[in-house]
Every structure is written in C-alpha cells, then in structure tokens.
C-alpha cells in the first residue's frame, strides 16, 4: 500500500528506502509485526555496506501503527553497540497512547 510513496521519497531524497512488510493483526499476534520490522532493521545494519549506505544517516519511519513500531524498534536500537546508531526517527500519526486522562 505505501509502494509508490516509498519510490518517492527514494528518489526525491536520492536515498535508500526500505519498507517492511511485516506480519498483520489479528492473524499474527503481538509481537510478530514488531520482530519482523526490528529483525529488517537489524539485518539491513548488518550488511548496510551492500546498500552503499552511510551507516551515520539511517532513519527509521513508520506512520500509524508502523510509526509505533518505527518508535519501539529505535528504542530497542539505542542500547545496541555493535550497530550503527541511528540518525532520527520519524513517526507519522504513531498509535503511541491508546488514552490520555490529561
């Protein structure tokens, strides 16, 4: 569904765009979608010399739920010393706080 948006942003930004398509509610219980965008993270860091990446210039992105798991998978990511770390986060409309009693 975000195909042609993500060939977009490649090409507009001139970068490396990876979208994940992880595994869907109700049929795959939590925590499938975040271990499939966590492990695609981790594998695309492990080779990123492949992709001709700078390795100081990784953003992760998500919007909707994707921007909760964009956000679960950097927390993760910033305890991680053997992987690059990564440049920002940006998270669309993130499902990040189901009530708010403010």
């Known amino acids: 569904s975000h195909e042609k948006l993500c060939r977009y942003i490649a090409r507009e930004s001139e970068s490396v765009v990876v979208s994940v398509g992880y595994r869907l509610a109700p049929e795959h219980k939590y925590p499938a979608a975040y271990e499939d965008c966590l492990n695609a993270t981790i594998h695309f860091m492990k080779n990123i010399e492949h992709y001709g990446v700078d390795p100081a210039r990784i953003i992760v992105c998500g919007d909707s739920a994707g921007g909760n798991l964009a956000a679960a998978v950097s927390q ?27």
């Open 76 to 102: 993760t990511l910033a305890e991680r010393s053997d992987l690059p770390k990564l440049r920002a986060q940006i998270l669309i409309y993130p499902g990040l706080q189901a009530l708010d009693f403010n």
